[in-house]
């Protein structure tokens, strides 16, 4: 059974620092494109930052510059590093793990509560 698993949220001040991660129980983990979403109270869950399999990421405007994904096959983990944390920020994050092929499934994670506060 595939699991998805993040850690690392939590409260933090303005312009402190995170980091995220989400363990996979998946096999072939590493064809896999990683992703992180986060979805703040009253609002669409939006796409956060993404890496392939291949090691190419992106990200959306609002991280750029400011967050870094990453993975490492050998642990079947992909993080989050999240720099210059702004209250806008303050959301639930989750983990998603996106199949090269669509019948190989798309699966979530729990998600773990991000908040960045004085």
């Known amino acids: 059974q595939v699991q998805l698993v993040e850690s690392g949220g939590g409260l933090v001040q303005p312009g402190g620092s995170l980091r995220l991660s989400c363990a996979a129980s998946?096999?072939?983990?590493?064809?896999?494109?990683m992703g992180w979403y986060r979805q703040a109270p009253g609002k669409q869950r939006e796409s956060v930052a993404f890496?392939?399999?291949?090691?190419?990421?992106d990200y959306s405007d609002s991280v750029k510059g400011r967050f870094t994904i990453s993975r490492d096959n050998t642990k079947n983990t992909v993080y989050l590093q999240m720099n210059s944390l702004k209250p806008e920020d303050t959301a639930v994050y989750y983990c998603?793990?996106?199949?090269?092929?669509?019948?190989?499934?798309?699966?979530w994670g729990q998600g773990t509560q991000v908040t960045v506060s004085s």
């Open positions: 998946i096999s072939m983990f590493s064809i896999y494109t």
């Open positions: 998603n793990a996106m199949a090269p092929i669509a019948t190989m499934g798309n699966y």
């Open positions: 890496i392939n399999s291949g090691g190419t990421t």
